[in-house]
């Protein structure tokens, strides 16, 4: 079927486009996922976020000050409200040699425009991001991947740093591969040891198959940073581990070549990036 497919997919090496070609055009615009889609990324990943009258928005942040004109908490505003601001112009600010006149006014998208205008001719890797400050994030997302069919053809991943919210997913349909993220930093009263951000799993010096195993009981694969401060947090021998535990290993965010390939060596199964230009021209 082609959920297999997309399982059995997920054990080569997975692009994936980070808020879509996010180093070229703004972060999560129909611009940034129109390029990446035609690159041919494996996967659109995107942030989903909740407004004030219960549309599925794809925007990282929690606060709409860095990527738009608006302000305060997106959750706090309406898709109405969301719709007429401009999302695209300090792109154009901060990125004057990439500046392009038609990614101001950019919109922040629904979930339906993206799905709308890719349907079934994309992968997405959908996060629910704060799923704290959005409730009902996860039904709504369920319901939405439901309508669109995008679960049972292969076509969606579903990615928190919420266990909880994960775990809320398979209630509602426990198709859908999940994947847990993790962010590994040091103990700030002893950083010659890791930790994990949310607490679900030790750090990876300590982390054992059993700890693994939690994990895989209800996803398929670790999303994880590489890097802390500009320090490699994970090594080869937790990618193997995690493998060997039917955990794929997503690392994110790699946008520099070198970093890429030293990824690609050790043998993990997918990389976010901002540059999935970089990343298919060195996978070729
Ligand atoms: O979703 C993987 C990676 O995107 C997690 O970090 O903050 O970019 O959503 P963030
Ligand atoms: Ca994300």
Redesign the pocket.
């Known amino acids: 079927t082609p959920l297999e497919q997309q399982l059995k997919d997920l054990e080569s090496f997975q692009v994936i486009a980070?808020?879509g070609a996010s180093g070229h055009a703004p972060e999560s615009s129909m611009a940034a996922l129109e390029l990446a889609h035609a690159w041919g990324v494996d996967y659109l990943?995107l942030?989903i976020q909740m407004t004030s009258d219960g549309e599925l928005v794809a925007f990282?942040d929690d606060t709409l000050e860095r990527t738009s004109n608006g302000e305060g908490h997106i959750n706090d505003h309406t898709l109405a409200e969301l719709k007429d601001l401009d999302a695209g112009s300090w792109f154009n600010e901060e990125n004057p040699e990439l500046a392009d006149d038609t990614f101001a006014g950019a919109e922040i998208l629904t979930l339906e425009e993206v799905f709308n205008r890719f349907g079934q001719d994309a992968r997405y890797y959908l996060?629910t991001?704060s799923p704290e400050l959005n409730p009902g994030v996860e039904e709504a997302l369920v319901r939405r991947l439901e309508a669109y069919d995008m679960i049972d053809t292969g076509r969606v991943l579903i990615?928190s740093f919420d266990q909880e919210s994960l775990l809320k997913i398979h209630d509602l349909n426990a198709s859908i591969p999940l994947i847990q993220l993790v962010w590994y930093y040091p103990d700030e009263n002893n950083d010659e040891r890791l930790v994990e951000w949310t607490g679900v799993t030790p750090g990876p010096d300590e982390i054992t198959d059993a700890d693994f195993q939690a994990v895989a009981d209800y996803a398929v694969g670790l999303g994880t940073n590489y890097l802390y401060d500009g320090e490699p947090v994970i090594t080869e021998d937790f990618v193997e581990q995690a493998q060997e535990n039917n955990l794929a290993v997503h690392v994110?965010t790699v946008n520099d070549a070198d970093e890429m390939q030293h990824l690609l060596d050790w043998g993990v199964n997918g990389l976010?990036t901002d540059y999935a230009d970089r990343l298919i021209e060195l996978t070729e």
């Open positions: 980070h808020r990943e942030d990282h996060e991001k990615q994110y976010f």
